[in-house]
């Protein structure tokens, strides 16, 4: 029995251990993308919509 593995299984992925680096780079990229605008008012939207958890809970 030939127990020679395919080329693919042989050698890991080498962004498999850079995850957490490659996860920062496109967060970071994502936000530089997101207009200022944008940015206001989803913090105005998170305040509201915390306090309105608070008052249900």
């Known amino acids: ?3 020679r593995l395919p080329y693919y299984m042989m050698y890991p992925i ?3 251990f850079d995850e ?3 996860q920062k780079r496109d ?3 994502l936000q530089s993308m997101y ?3 944008a940015k206001k008012i989803f913090h105005i939207y998170r305040k ?3 306090a309105r ?3 249900e809970a």
């Open 1 to 3: 029995m030939d127990l």
């Open 14 to 16: 080498p962004y498999a």
């Open 20 to 22: 957490d680096k490659i």
């Open 27 to 29: 967060r970071e990229y």
């Open 35 to 37: 207009p200022a605008t």
């Open 48 to 50: 509201n919509a915390t």
């Open 53 to 55: 958890n608070m008052k």
